[in-house]
């Protein structure tokens, strides 16, 4: 009796009920019309409407067709929904909006001109960016003997950091444009890393700072650190 119970339990587990495979359809469905709803708005606030709407709709039906297999499924299924429709907005979107600020990674996105001190991002969220990395990196080599995976991790770690050294010493910038809380978290994964990713940010600092600096503009007023310049509204000023 134990066994067909089990077994009964494992059908269940694979076989959906209908009630189940109805929602998971319609959230399918939700989701096509969020899309073109989201191809064919003709201004911001409307795609972020359908954006917002069509996504999450669609993810939270999808999520709770997986409660015949728990509440435990559900909720992470909701999780993951929600993490990647937000987390995919905030990167390549300017479709998250709380309280009339736009949160993006993108300078361009929410200024509408590339006024970061690194292009569209922010010295902040570049550093914090690379602190992420090291911190994989730092994971991939500490807890065990050095793999391919790991031999990627600090070239990554690397090219971030040299990237941010050649820009910095190019623009005549400060080291680490004054971000030192995570310059001190990126040389602290380094250490099982050889201190390889610190190595290049120096040498690519010192690479820069042998190079004439760019053609005053926008983006070297930024990188200085200078102030007075005037932004743009911001986004969503225009919307209709």
Not at 20 to 33: D, E, N, P, Q
Not at 63 to 82: H, K, P, S
Not at 97 to 108: P, Q, Y
Not at 128 to 156: C, D, E, F, Y
Request: charged share 10%; hydrophobic share 50%; no cysteine.
């Amino acid at each position: 009796m134990g066994h067909g119970v089990i077994s009964a339990a494992q059908w269940a587990a694979v076989h959906p009920p209908v009630w189940s495979k109805a929602l998971l359809y319609s959230g399918f469905a939700v989701w096509v019309i969020g899309g073109i709803a989201l191809v064919r708005a003709k201004d911001l606030s409307a795609q972020r409407r359908a954006y917002w709407i069509g996504f999450l709709g669609g993810g939270a039906l999808a999520a709770v067709a997986l409660a015949f297999r728990g509440w435990v499924a559900t909720a992470g299924a909701a999780a993951l929904v929600a993490f990647t429709v937000v987390g995919y907005a905030y990167f390549f979107t300017s479709y998250l909006k709380v309280g009339g600020r736009v949160f993006t990674l993108s300078e361009r996105r929410r200024t509408g001109t590339a006024s970061g001190a690194y292009g569209d991002l922010t010295a902040p969220k570049m550093w914090w960016i690379i602190v992420g990395i090291a911190a994989i990196g730092a994971a991939n080599t500490a807890l065990g003997p050095w793999t391919w995976k790991s031999t990627l991790a600090v070239v990554l770690t690397a090219v971030m950091t040299a990237a941010g050294g050649f820009d910095d010493g190019r623009r005549r910038a400060t080291v680490v444009r004054g971000q030192y809380v995570q310059a001190a978290l990126v040389i602290l994964a380094s250490v099982p890393m050889w201190g390889i990713p610190v190595a290049a940010y120096l040498l690519a600092f010192v690479a820069g700072r042998m190079r004439p600096p760019p053609s005053s503009g926008r983006h070297d007023a930024t990188a200085r650190g200078a102030t007075g310049v005037p932004h743009p509204p911001p986004d969503g000023a225009g919307e209709r």
